[in-house]
């Protein structure tokens, strides 16, 4: 399913990247888990082999690495950039921040084994989903 959103969004101009490999994805698994955050689940690891990343309208999915877009004066964060910002934010332990969109982020519960979209600010659950492509294409739907 991840596939054929990423084929929609491509055609509305979505900013996708080239796929990461997968020492970059055991990199930055176990850089995270040292700090207690959530694993990264496989449907995700999926995700960052077709992209490493991705922007579309405001709408952020972080990659294995941070890049700057030197042309906009902005870096867009890797998930570890993104991540360690909350690192002694006790709400966020055993989670993953995976991206954000406007005021809410989308977090991976790896106890749950869920995906939530959250509150920025204050991190009320405001949706939980059972699968990634399904958490992504409930913000799409709303979009179009």
């Not at 982020?105 to 084994?113: A, D, P, S, T």
């Not at 920025?120 to 990634?132: A, D």
Request: aromatic share 14%; no cysteine; hydrophobic share 45%.
């Amino acid at each position: 399913m991840i596939d054929k959103i990423l084929a929609t969004l491509r055609k509305d101009n979505a900013i996708t990247f080239a796929p990461a490999d997968d020492k970059s994805i055991r990199f930055v698994g176990t850089m995270l888990a040292s700090h207690k955050f959530a694993n990264i689940p496989a449907e995700f690891i999926e995700f960052l082999k077709i992209t490493d990343g991705l922007i579309w309208n405001g709408f952020e999915i972080y990659g294995t690495r941070a890049i700057d877009r030197e042309d906009l004066g902005y870096t867009f964060p890797g998930l570890i950039e993104a991540n360690l910002n909350f690192l002694n934010d006790d709400y966020l332990k055993g989670k993953l921040l995976l991206g954000k969109i406007s005021e809410e982020i989308f977090v991976y519960n790896g106890l749950e084994h869920k995906f939530m979209v959250m509150d920025r600010i204050n991190f009320i659950v405001n949706s939980v989903h059972s699968s990634f492509s399904e958490m992504v294409y409930s913000f799409i739907d709303e979009i179009y």
